[in-house]
């Protein structure tokens, strides 16, 4: 069919939902979704199909294609779900502050929804939710001192996203290790202690053993927050 994207369809953002259908499970695209998301939730995005969805709702497998084509759909469906709860985070006054609600709204939505973080950093969602919360950040950096034109708006928003995408995936993935191993971060230290003492006896690694023997263990919610600060300072500062 002819679409405005020539013969390619219509994205499921523009496709209506389908007609329902006298049967004894009715099924929308949000209905989908939040069934998607709860086994993701469990399972990760490897324990995620179309038939464990159907199952799940009491479908057939063939069902779901009325409402998307393919897996790739899914998932913008249930990352834009995602969205929607950053999307209704209250931005306060301030640029600073709207900034620092919108990351930690994505820091807390990442940690219940951890499969989110493996779908950041490639290409930018455009759901009707998503593009909401990308107006909203960038609405809130184009206000910092230092963004002084849309160049500088877009290096503000790289970095900005960067650290996020970034902070987000390693808090993750030491939880998802830890899980795994049933070993968290100090008992890991621990069994590596004998090891690494040796190591850094050498003096090879000077800087390395200062930041072992003086550094603390740190929070990840203080680090998070911490380096947040950092990354708003740098796009506060005014460049040459």
């Given at each position: 069919?002819?679409?405005?994207?020539?013969?390619?369809?219509l994205p499921?953002w523009?496709?209506?939902?389908?007609?329902p259908r006298?049967?004894?499970?009715?099924?929308?695209r949000?209905?989908?979704?939040?069934?998607a998301?709860?086994?993701?939730?469990?399972?990760?995005?490897?324990?995620?199909?179309?038939r464990?969805?159907?199952?799940?709702?009491?479908?057939?497998?063939m069902?779901?294609?009325?409402y998307?084509?393919?897996?790739?759909?899914?998932?913008d469906?249930m990352?834009?779900?995602?969205?929607?709860?950053?999307a209704?985070?209250?931005?306060?006054?301030?640029?600073r502050?709207?900034a620092?609600?919108?990351?930690?709204?994505t820091?807390?939505?990442?940690?219940?929804h951890e499969?989110?973080v493996?779908l950041?950093?490639?290409?930018p969602?455009?759901g009707?939710?998503?593009?909401?919360v990308?107006?909203?950040?960038?609405?809130?950096?184009a206000?910092?001192p230092?963004?002084?034109d849309?160049d500088d708006?877009q290096?503000?928003?790289?970095?900005?996203?960067?650290?996020?995408?970034?902070?987000?995936?390693?808090?993750?993935?030491e939880?998802?290790?830890a899980?795994?191993t049933g070993?968290?971060?100090s008992?890991?230290?621990?069994?590596?202690?004998?090891y690494?003492?040796?190591?850094?006896?050498?003096g090879?690694?000077?800087?390395?053993?200062?930041?072992?023997?003086?550094?603390?263990?740190?929070?990840?919610?203080e680090?998070?927050?911490?380096?947040?600060?950092?990354?708003?300072d740098g796009?506060?500062?005014?460049?040459?």
């Open positions: 069919m002819d679409t405005p994207y020539g013969n390619a369809p499921v523009e496709r209506p939902e389908p007609r006298a049967t004894p499970v009715p099924l929308t949000a209905k989908i979704a939040a069934t998301t709860r086994i993701a939730d469990a399972d990760g995005l490897d324990g995620l199909s179309l464990k969805i159907a199952k799940e709702l009491g479908v057939g497998p069902r779901l294609y009325d998307v084509l393919h897996r790739s759909e899914l998932l469906l990352v834009d779900a995602v969205y929607a709860r950053i209704g985070t209250a931005v306060p006054d301030g640029w502050a709207a620092r609600a919108l990351a930690s709204a820091r807390e939505a990442a940690l219940d499969w989110f493996d950041l950093g490639a290409r969602h455009l009707p939710h998503a593009l909401a990308g107006e909203a950040t960038a609405a809130t950096l206000r910092a230092g963004v002084r849309v708006l290096r503000a928003l790289g970095a900005f996203n960067a650290y996020l995408v970034g902070a987000l995936r390693r808090e993750v993935t939880r998802r290790t899980r795994a070993v968290d971060v008992a890991w230290q621990s069994a590596l202690g004998p690494l003492t040796r190591m850094l006896d050498t090879r690694y000077p800087t390395v053993a200062r930041l072992v023997v003086d550094g603390a263990h740190l929070d990840a919610a680090t998070f927050h911490h380096n947040l600060t950092i990354v708003l796009i506060a500062g005014r460049r040459p």
